[in-house]
């Protein structure tokens, strides 16, 4: 796992200096080595942060090339398939100098073109300059586990893992996105290509990018299927069974020890039954909160299944500083960022990266298996009025429109809708809040598929790589630890979502297959109990008021951007709605304090 950047410049050359800073941004994403190399002159550059996990010897530095040094790349992920692309590529007359998983992509680009990138197994974001061709290619692997943002105007083209190494570049001025800021406040998060900064872009999952001759094309090479295929229930547990142990065999692939991150629920427990299968005894890690409410603390459940597959368990009991982490995760988040269990994962990151370098996850396992409640639910049961959260924060899901998507989006989240945006935000940007606030759901939104599957196929294109899957990447990155997401194989996601409806989820049952293939092999509890998710008791740290200083002095309300009465008339209202906006203001306005400066003139 590892920090890529690169740069090419039309005319002028690089300065190595700035481009070895862009760089050191990403250290966190690779202690373990830095390389950089300079073409054309020296106005192309690639540059690699590395975690050394497969291949620890000097042959598996990167930037990388072939035999000839016509094609380099700088790459961030694992290959898990390498070993077999690998062995096909040398039958074909393809030399290999290192063990590493990269070299094969070098090769498979020779052999296949851009094409190679759907031969591909993994998490994967990179870079490829063809020298012949004088073309870049980038590409991001299937689900959007990797991330991978880019930035270009008439005089150069930049590329890197993280939004910071690209505006650490002088010529690339910092200038909000207003429809950016107004997706935070309805999504949570900032759906690609968007990005808060002007004129930088983020790479959407699925796809390559082609740089050539100023001229930048994307396109879509791989999109999931649902097409459903014939089969009887003790053939597909067996047919399931095998793609899940094929996933996770490949995932505990690795040149350094790794572990798995262990909840207690089923998706983690069921990797941690398959882990012991194929390793014998294996390291988990689990993290509880010190608070009276024991619906936080899932250590219990995770010692369970702990002595059950004969894991050796760390465990920590947390009581976090949410204001001191704030500022430091808005630096790892680059963008505002609205999903509060980014502070579990990040201290349940830090606990395993203390033993190792790697760790398997259960995450992407309720959107594969369908186990959210929405999935089984009509709109109208969606938007059925206010509903409290384990947080203690309520959220209104009453319909403000008529689409399912809209609809379906006030059912996972509290809205900000247009007509509040023109109230917090300062008049002058009120013309660039877009009314059509679904528009990333509405262009995923698949209505010709039976439910649950439109709803996982809209979750698996949209909230899973923009909200959960940047959420265990940079929090897992912030304390260079790699995270591998076994649910998240190709072959295993195309063979579960083919499954029919009828066997895939009888009776709208949650998680109906996954739980008949572990039952007897975990423990029953692991099986039955309530769904929690990793999240962090907030209501414990904070309140209204509390909120409400923290915006006072924030830059938001200082500069103008965020207008003081709005705020101080939610805090005033005392109710969970009120509670849940003022956080996810606050989450803005840290992000914000940290990198935005522009003055919106007068506070109205």
Known sequence: MCGILGQLNCQTKIDPRCFTSMLHTLQ???????????????????????????????????PMCNEDG????????????YKEL??????KGHRFISQSDT???????????????????????????????????????????????????PAQFIFASELKAIIACPQVQRTLNIPAICDFFFYRYIPAPRTIWDGVSKLPPASLLIYRNGTCTVRRYWEPSFEERKTDEDTALQDLEAALTDSVTMHLVSDV??????????????IAYLMKREKGRAVAFSAGFAVEDEWYNEIPDARLVAERCSMDLYEEMVKPDIWELLPRLSWFYDEPFGDGSMFPSYLVSRLARKHMKVALAGDGGDELFAGYNRYFQTPAVMAGGTRINRSGMARDVSAAGTGETRVY????????????????LHADIHAEIDEHQEWFLDQHYRPDLPSPKRWQAL????????????????????????????????????????????????????????????????????????KRGFSIPLHHYFNENMLLNALMDGTGVKSGLIRRDYVIGLARQANGVALNRLWQIALFDAWYTRWAHPSFGKDT
């Open 103 to 153: 070299e094969v992509i070098v090769h498979g680009y020779e052999e296949w073109g851009e094409h190679c990138v759907e031969r591909l197994r993994g998490m994967f974001a990179f870079g490829i300059w063809d020298d012949a061709k004088q073309q870049l290619i980038l590409a991001r692997d299937h689900f959007g586990i990797k991330p991978l943002y880019y930035y270009r105007d």
């Open 70 to 81: 016509s094609i380099w790349i700088t790459c961030n992920g694992e290959i898990y398939n």
């Open 86 to 91: 690998r062995s096909q590529l040398q039958a």
């Open 409 to 424: 989006q006030k059912g996972m989240h509290p809205l900000l809708e247009s007509e509040d945006l023109k109230h917090l």
């Open 459 to 530: 979750d698996f294109l949209t909230i899973l790589p923009e909200q959960y899957l940047t959420k265990v990447d940079r929090a897992s990155m912030a304390n260079s630890l790699e995270l591998r997401v076994p649910f998240l194989d190709k072959p295993l996601v195309e063979f579960v979502f083919g499954l029919p409806v009828d066997a895939f989820a009888p009776g709208g049952e949650k998680k109906y297959m996954l739980k008949k293939l572990m039952r007897g092999k975990l423990p029953e509890r692991t099986l039955t109990k309530k």
């Open 257 to 270: 020890p790794l572990g798995l991150l262990l909840s207690g629920g089923l998706d983690s427990s069921a």
């Open 28 to 62: 966190h994403r690779g202690p373990d080595g830095e390389g950089v190399s300079f073409f054309a002159d020296g106005c192309i550059a690639l540059g690699h942060r590395r975690l050394a996990i497969i291949d620890l010897s000097e042959n598996g530095t990167q």
